[in-house]
């Protein structure tokens, strides 16, 4: 495996590799309707307009154009930069969505719960981990006027859960809140709330000493409003135990307050019901993005490097009819991000590279309308099945299932007798198509996680 | 429903209404993976080189540039018309699918034969049936150096299989072959059999007067020629009473030969296994596409004027590297065309809007978690559940399951009393949440087909 993308950040998956997502992508669906969460899809693409509403993004976003566009601009657009109607790509399910909400809001019942599985797109430049077409999983809800903040607490199970149902290593969801953020650098001065929160953003590329010359430099904080910054985002805990250590910093502020308390929901809710998958992380900021309240990342334990491999929290203003508001909370799986890594480090393999569990082979050339009669009676009962296109001798055909993976051939000789062969094992046996399957291991393929010596498990 | 796409071309669905799309595409897959075919996707770009190579289509092709692209135009490129290099949208999965085939030929076992579900995008003027992006769902079979005419049969069973299993009307698959018309053309003289298929092509459109006129003076044929041409494309049967009524037309040609055979079988086959499905239709062309043999269109019965929405055939020459040749043979099922017509004409619906069967009210708002823990009982018997997220009202309560379309409610009383009640029908009774299912039927959301009276069933 790990083979080259013939177009560097667009990947494409063998068939064997294609089953190990499908696994995930199936799994991911199932938890989601299994919580009530309707399936959307938006159309690949947006107006420029819309996907540059919140600024600052256009460097990544993919324009379009009709290659003989000779006449007609209106739609399209050659001058993508410009033309806020032009059309481009989506490079995030969030903004659609809220377009999508805004569109629909006279057809939706509210609160609305939906999941979104679909390809994105950003022009960057890719790497390990970041690719230019990729594969995003998003569930929210969004509110008309209002959504009760319970909401954000059971985002987060629903996601734990769902995380937790994939062949992946173990995993953190790392949650912070906007308010207490905010609130805080208010109750010790800092106004510029976003500057310092881009500023925390860095620490883990940069570190504490380089942020606090950046909150010094750029944003005029003092010594002791920077290191007061800094601690709070040292604050770090499993359990709830993280509000007495805000408290201790002796900063008061309403909106702290608010903060703390619904982080405290958060956590508390997670400890019992998704016990050591989340922890409360006071560093976490989710950079620029349009977030009010709560915000999550999640990292791979052990592939903390791979960045987040999940993303989101609480908007409370992203989509807007009139007066009329649509808050919302949500988080997006990068699935595309997942699949890579379980590909590259073989973390979970496909129990087999076919759907197909039965070759049925031909005694001869006549025999192939009676080999499909046998087929259409073992596809009637679940299993997949294929039939030879020529009678070739046996040892060939056998050989045929073996290249292509398929665990069980089918003979029927002249008399009428089936028979059943495991190619893996050789065993062979009588079998009738009326009443014959194959152990409930090998009806469908099956992707599992691939145990990895503890030794071998730490990334180089 | 039949509300307007914010943007011409592209259709957004509603949840009630992509629960039906759900459908169309679970039960294709479903088929297609027990007769043996495994999942690929392609990357939704390809180089505007690669999707040019057979030329005449570069009208409908969305060229991609990014919107910031200031110093770098190798990879994405500006001027998209010129450069081979730059990238555009896939307008089919064809192509694309020749590609892969051609880069992966070495991890592949041939035949390989997979099913690919994708968006593609097309620059075209929308209207009714046609779509600026829109979902095609293709299986294909691929060889290497050879592959048996048997896949030719085989590809129209799957399909008239899968057709079957989906909520539409009753369709016929139209088949013809390249060989036998070409051939035919030439015993009676007309060699540029690129022209006489181009022109018979547009029989449907502009009639059989203005086909022999276009035969005549843009490919200098005889009378005799055209009205041969015509007689051709005259027959239609349902079995294979075809191949006498051609010889009955007296040309004799080697090439007409084969394509008469080969259409014999899958007509014999069909009548056999696709009893009333498939028609052998001698008017079918497939204009400028790379067909080499067996072609095919399907029309919905009573919605002709839709289009094919099941289009393919078999190329021998579409994929190859080097003096390695990849023939192969596919069918193309125009998903997003099919479901526009279910959901504009009312033909099927889900049986609810959301997957959610049951909500769980919240007794007073301390009863939140107690609610989570009957959620997840149910949930682990793959009960699709969601809990309240407030406690009102009961009746406020029940309202908001009737409006999300939810059929169960569930309340706890203050003794720990279970009680679900289905709301459509008023009934309420005791039930344990380790045991309780809802009646089949509601387990799951049900797409069915809607039965029209029979007088309406004609289209106006």
Request: no cysteine.
């Given at each position: 495996m790990a083979r080259t993308a013939s177009l560097s950040g667009f990947p494409e998956w063998l068939p064997e590799e294609r089953l190990v997502e499908l696994h995930v992508l199936d799994t991911l669906r199932k938890v989601f309707e299994l919580h009530g969460f309707a399936s959307i899809e938006t159309r690949a693409v947006e107006t420029v307009g819309q996907l540059l509403r919140k600024g600052e993004?256009?460097?990544e976003v993919y324009g379009l154009s009709r290659l003989q566009d000779d006449d007609d601009t209106s739609d399209a657009g050659k001058a993508g930069k410009a033309d806020p109607n032009a059309l481009a790509l989506h490079f995030d399910l969030t903004v659609p969505f809220a377009r999508y909400v805004v569109e629909n809001a006279g057809y939706l019942a509210f609160p609305f719960r939906r999941y979104q599985i679909q390809k994105v797109w950003r022009g960057e430049r890719p790497q390990e981990g970041r690719a230019r077409e990729f594969t995003q999983a998003d569930i929210d809800v969004v509110g008309d006027g209002e959504l009760p903040f319970r909401y954000d607490v059971e985002i987060a199970l629903v996601i734990a859960e769902a995380l937790s149902a994939l062949p992946i290593p173990d995993f953190r969801l790392r949650i912070n809140n906007r308010k207490l953020a905010e609130g805080f650098y208010r109750g010790i001065g800092l106004d510029d709330t976003a500057g310092v929160l881009r500023s925390i953003d860095k620490l883990e590329k940069i570190g504490p000493a380089k942020v606090a010359e950046l909150l010094k430099t750029e944003l005029g904080a003092t010594d002791d409003q920077a290191q007061a910054a800094l601690k709070l985002a040292g604050i770090r805990t499993e359990d709830t135990s993280f509000v007495a250590r805000v408290r201790a910093l002796g900063v008061t502020n309403d909106l702290l307050e608010e903060g703390l308390n619904e982080l405290e929901q958060v956590i508390e809710a997670a400890v019992q019901r998704a016990p050591g998958k989340v922890v409360a992380d006071l560093s976490i900021a989710r950079g620029l993005d349009y977030?009010?309240?709560?915000v999550v990342e999640t990292v791979l334990v052990g592939?903390?490097?791979l960045g987040s491999i999940c993303s989101g929290g609480r908007y409370d203003a992203l989509a807007s009819k009139g007066?009329?508001?649509f808050p919302g909370v949500g988080l997006s799986i990068g699935v595309t991000r997942l699949v890579s890594r379980i590909l590259s480090q073989d973390l979970a393999k496909a129990s087999r590279s076919v759907p197909t569990a039965v070759?049925?082979?031909l005694t001869n050339d006549d025999s192939w309308g009676a080999a499909q009669d046998i087929a259409a009676q073992l596809r009637s009962r679940g299993?997949?099945?294929?039939?030879?296109?020529?009678?070739?001798?046996f040892g060939k055909q056998i050989k045929f299932a073996d290249r292509r993976g398929i665990p069980f051939v089918w003979f029927t000789d002249d008399d009428g007798k089936h028979q059943v062969k495991d190619i893996r094992s050789g065993e062979q046996a009588d079998a009738d198509p009326a009443t014959w399957t194959p152990p409930?291991?090998?009806l469908n393929v099956q992707v599992t996680t691939v145990q990895v010596p503890a030794a071998a498990?730490?990334?180089?």
């Open positions: 993004i256009d460097k977030y009010t309240g709560t592939h903390e490097q007066n009329r508001k070759l049925v082979a299993i997949a099945t294929e039939v030879a296109a020529k009678a070739e001798k409930s291991e090998d498990a730490q990334p180089a």
